[in-house]
């Protein structure tokens, strides 16, 4: 009977520690299998943080770009804005000058046209002379020397208007003519204004 007993509880033990090794050595297996699954998670974590970072980087770099392409893009549009305003102020200059050179040709036009004019009736010869300057010569004004030269020079300024400088002999009254001609416009009344200036002066 107590051998039975012995035998029994033997038997009892002996499952227990089967049972109990088989346990832990599932717990041992399991917690190994943690193990490698947690190792693996850390690398799989370390490596999804360095794509981040890498990600970051390159999401930084590309900010950083796009901002220069865009500063680089707004100082172009300032330039190419500048450039057409010089453009648009040269062509308004151009035509400005075009105008003016037009103006003033014409204006020597009539003169040249009516040199000959003014030569035949009253002893008149006009030259071109240095500094774009045209000198007028009365003839047949001294009844006792008709060859005397009596003359002045004139020029259109800056402000395309006539000039009028050395006359000789000299005529006080010559800016007074000057102001008269750059109002009316009238050469011929300027021309005629003048001889009669210096007929003036020779019968004075």
């Not at 499952?15 to 050595?25: A, D, H, L, Y």
């Not at 003033?104 to 002893?123: I, P, T, V, W």
């Not at 003519?177 to 300027?190: G, I, L, M, P, Y």
Request: hydrophobic share 35%.
């Amino acid at each position: 009977m107590i051998e039975d007993e012995l035998a029994h509880f033997d038997k009892s033990i002996n499952e227990f520690w089967n049972k109990f090794r088989s346990t832990v050595s599932d717990t041992s297996c399991q917690m190994m299998g943690l193990r490698d699954t947690y190792k693996d998670s850390i690398k799989a974590l370390t490596e999804i943080c360095r794509r981040n970072k890498l990600i970051q980087e390159k999401k930084d770099n590309l900010l950083r770009l796009i901002a220069e392409i865009k500063d680089k893009n707004e100082k172009l549009e300032v330039l190419t804005a500048n450039i057409q305003d010089l453009k648009e102020e040269y062509a308004k200059k151009k035509e400005t000058i075009s105008a003016a050179n037009k103006a003033n040709e014409e204006r020597l036009k009539r003169l040249q046209k009516s040199a000959d004019l003014y030569k035949d009736r009253l002893g008149l010869e006009i030259r071109k002379i240095y500094g774009d300057k045209l000198q007028f010569i009365f003839t047949n004004i001294d009844p006792k020397h008709p060859e005397n030269p009596f003359m002045f020079s004139l020029h259109l300024n800056e402000a395309r208007e006539y000039e009028v400088s050395d006359s000789a002999p000299h005529l006080e009254c010559l800016a007074e003519f000057q102001e008269n001609v750059r109002k009316t416009n009238n050469f011929s009344a300027f021309l005629a204004n003048v001889r009669k200036a210096f007929i003036a002066m020779v019968y004075n």
